[in-house]
């Protein structure tokens, strides 16, 4: 069972940046693949970026394509996501996810960690 433990949220003004960072436990982090998940106040859940195991292949939201950027560190068991250009519509709770294969964090079927509020302030 692997655990998940995000940090770094926090309340930002539109056009500032934040780093979030996720670090696990109880299972072997190179293994896996991992990705980050938001959700806003009244809206689902939905997928932000994910990173494979090697962190050579990463996938974005087009809704955060070239602003946020997703990286790993093995020797770390983190993985982190760097938020740029951060705007109103980017506050929500950022949740960390781990899974066997990008596209299963991408059916969801992955752990997850208890998420971090990011709050942009306009």
């Known amino acids: 069972q692997v655990q998940l433990v995000e940090s770094g949220g926090g309340l930002v003004q539109a056009g500032g940046s934040l780093r979030l960072s996720c670090a696990t436990s109880?299972?072997?982090?190179?293994?896996?693949?991992m990705g980050w998940f938001r959700q806003a106040p009244g809206k689902e859940r939905e997928f932000v970026a994910a990173?494979?195991?090697?962190?050579?292949?990463?996938t974005y939201a087009d809704s955060v394509k070239g602003r946020f950027t997703i990286s790993r560190d093995n020797a770390k068991n983190t993985v982190y996501l760097r938020m740029n250009s951060l705007k109103a519509e980017d506050t929500a709770v950022y949740y960390c996810?781990?899974?066997?294969?990008?596209?299963?964090?991408?059916?969801?079927?992955?752990?997850w960690g208890q998420g971090t509020q990011v709050t942009v302030s306009s």
């Open positions: 996810a781990a899974g066997s294969s990008i596209s299963q964090i991408k059916y969801e079927d992955c752990y």
């Open positions: 109880g299972g072997t982090f190179r293994n896996y693949a």
């Open positions: 990173i494979g195991w090697s962190g050579s292949i990463t």
